[in-house]
């Protein structure tokens, strides 16, 4: 849109085109038209600074004046006087319009002002609820799967086997699909973060390839990766999201293939300056009335019924990551003849690679020897279920001992009263908030340099940033898996 001039200078002109009328004309032909040049200042002065009532009121007492100063002798008034009063009334016009295109302008600007103030608001308030909706329903699913998976350590029979099992692939599909559903939400929101950098197309294929794998493999489906041309393509995107992309797209195309097809993942430049990683199947192929139904959130097109897995948001969360990443996500299929999904991002330079500093890594560090003196861990956190997971879990690690507070305040009291090895704590806690009790502990001189690992079902990306922000040694996700909170404590185990 073009860049609007100010009303300031529009309500000038008319001053401009008065006094250079009053230069020309010669001043001394009669007093009408000097008075008129005096009293035309008005409304452009009203113009500038005032409304469109003022202009026509200082207009009118202006005209008002000029025909009682310059009334004529004679009935008929001179050529000299008319073009005066004529002037007056048509500077008064432009002066009004002026005044009337400013009112308007700064109506609009007041407007955008008010629609930005509130769809500020509005994303404020999606983002706490999308992370109080993650806390809510993350926080009982990490004790679902937390002791589902400590279970499936024990000596078990086949049918309790098999149990554990069904609970544990119930829980993952709630977690994933809690994730798709906040992923979603985020990118209608506009509120998705993203890390986009130059990625290399055949490191993305054969990642999501190995993830696919096992899937393909239990299913009898051939995967086959066609990379022979794409050495040194790279394109733009954010490395996770894109891998995200096609595990999905790889796994629908597993999931509905007819028994003993295959399923091949290749890459092509486009010709418009972008690569297209397309990913074809051999199964039944989708009718066209349908295809447009494929990127609708929980539409899955009868698949339930066939008892195949999934939630019906893959595609719609693919699509919405693709065009957040500047590229598109497009369908071409059939009956009878399979199913092609294309992801297209735009090609860029490969980067330039720098040797990575080494860093410590979790096998750096051992667990503390049995004899040793326990060492203390403070788990802040309000929900019993999950305090009682870790106390499982820490039964495997000996050389730790437990510390357990329900609340910010006092876990915050317990945590200046005696000094831990490690604190876990969690993100929202019914008296206060997490990071609030960790900037309280950094505040501390003697417990500035606690470790402090956030404990959270809050996965979002903004979370993390602020966490970390705030002091935090770490941030580990519910629902987290025995070994990832097991690589916790080995990584910040004291020396023995």
């Not at 403070?378 to 510390?403: C, F, K, M, P, Q």
């Amino acid at each position: 849109m073009a860049e609007r001039r100010p009303a300031s200078i529009d309500g000038a002109r008319p001053a401009l085109l008065i006094v250079t009328a009053l230069a020309i004309l010669d001043v001394t032909a009669g007093p009408s038209i000097v008075v008129a040049g005096i009293m035309a200042v008005g409304p452009c002065l009203a113009a500038i600074t005032g409304t469109r009532r003022t202009v026509l009121a200082v207009g009118a007492y202006s005209i008002g004046l000029l025909v009682v100063l310059s009334w004529p002798d004679h009935i008929w008034w001179t050529t000299r006087q008319l073009a005066s009063l004529l002037t007056l009334v048509g500077v008064t016009a432009v002066s009004a319009g002026a005044a009337a295109r400013r009112e308007r302008d700064e109506q609009t600007l007041r407007t955008a002002e008010v629609e930005r103030v509130r769809a500020s608001a509005v994303s404020a308030a999606t983002t706490g609820f999308l992370s109080r909706v993650s806390h809510e329903l993350r926080t009982p699913l990490n004790a679902v799967l937390g002791f589902s998976e400590l279970l499936e350590r024990d000596e078990l029979t086949p049918s309790q086997r098999e149990a554990i099992e069904q609970v544990r692939r119930a829980g993952h599909h709630l977690v994933a699909l809690v994730d798709d559903v906040l992923d979603v939400t985020a990118i209608e929101a506009g509120r998705l973060t993203l890390s986009v950098e130059p990625v290399a197309v055949d490191e993305a294929v054969c990642t999501a390839v190995e993830l696919t794998t096992t899937l393909a493999q239990t299913s009898a489906i051939a995967l086959v990766a066609e990379l022979d041309d794409v050495d040194g393509w790279h394109v733009r995107a954010d490395t996770r999201r894109l891998c995200q992309i096609l595990v999905n797209l790889l796994s629908n195309a597993v999931k509905f293939n007819r028994p003993g097809g295959s399923v091949t993942i290749s890459a092509e430049r486009d010709g418009a300056g972008g690569i297209a990683i397309a990913v074809t199947d051999t199964g039944p192929g989708i009718a066209a009335q349908d295809l447009a139904k494929l990127f609708v959130p929980f539409e899955r097109l009868g698949a339930e019924a066939a008892g195949i897995e999934g939630s019906g948001m893959g595609l719609a969360l693919s699509r919405g990551l693709a065009v957040a990443m500047g590229g598109s996500l497009r369908v071409d299929s059939s009956i009878g003849a399979g199913a092609t999904f294309s992801v297209t991002l735009p090609e860029t330079v490969a980067p330039t690679v720098e040797p990575p500093a080494r860093v410590g890594s979790v096998a750096d560090h051992q667990a503390p020897a049995v004899d040793a003196a326990p060492a203390g861990v403070l788990y802040i956190e309000d929900n019993r279920s999950n305090v009682r997971l870790v106390e499982r879990i820490l039964e495997r690690r000996a050389g730790w001992h437990l510390t357990h507070a329900g609340g910010g305040a006092e876990g915050l009291r317990l945590a200046l009263a005696t000094r831990f090895e490690l604190i876990l704590l969690d993100q929202h806690l019914p008296d206060m908030e997490g990071l609030d009790v960790l900037r309280a502990l950094r505040a501390e001189p003697d417990r500035a340099d606690v470790p402090v690992v956030i404990v959270s079902a809050d996965a979002s990306p903004g979370q993390r940033e602020c966490a970390s922000a705030a002091g935090a040694d770490g941030y580990l996700t519910k629902p987290f898996t025995i070994d990832d909170l097991l690589a916790v404590f080995d990584a910040r185990a004291p020396a023995t």
